[in-house]
Structure formats: structure tokens, C-alpha cells
């Protein structure tokens, strides 16, 4: 997602996740081990940040604010080469 995201991206793109730690994960497994119990489909995922972020950067944007709350992670990417216009 983050790849097709940055594709579109003309000048800045932002994105949020979760914050990477064990007690995020301990939530997120949880809430994903109840899911399945109520034998519904959707299943919830936690990618690593720098990934995210360097997929992100392989389409030319570059990261210029990492920001953290308690759980959430926001970042702020600039296109480095302008696109033009469809």
C-alpha cells in the first residue's frame, strides 16, 4: 500500500501506524486472535515502520517529520522530483 500510495503522491504524502513495540503487538495479536474466533476474515497486520517508510522513499518521496504519540507513529514524506500533472 505504501508503494501505490507514494506512486500517486504529486508533493506529500502522510501516513500513520502503530508504534513498534512488544505490547503493540501483544494488542494487535489479540485483537486479531479475536477475530478469528468470531470466525470473521479480516485480519489485522503490523509492518515494520522503516519499511513502510523506505518503500515509500524508493518512490522518490523522502521523509521530512516522524512524529510519536503513546501509540501512534506519523510521518510526513515530500516528493523530491516534481510529477507532473495527469
Not at 503493540?24 to 515502520?49: E, K, M, W, Y
Not at 517529520?65 to 516534481?82: C, D, G, M, P, Q
Amino acid at each position: 500500500m505504501a508503494g501505490a500510495a507514494a506512486g500517486h503522491t504529486r508533493e506529500v504524502l502522510v501516513v500513520s501506524f502503530p508504534k513498534e513495540r512488544w505490547w503493540t503487538r501483544a494488542v494487535i495479536s489479540l485483537g486479531d486472535l479475536a477475530l478469528r474466533v468470531a470466525r470473521q476474515q479480516f485480519q489485522v497486520f503490523l509492518h515494520p515502520p522503516d519499511k513502510i517508510l523506505a518503500t515509500a522513499e524508493r518512490h522518490g518521496l523522502k521523509t521530512v517529520s516522524n512524529k510519536t504519540s503513546f501509540f501512534w507513529e506519523v510521518a510526513s514524506l515530500r516528493r523530491t522530483i516534481a510529477v507532473p500533472a495527469k
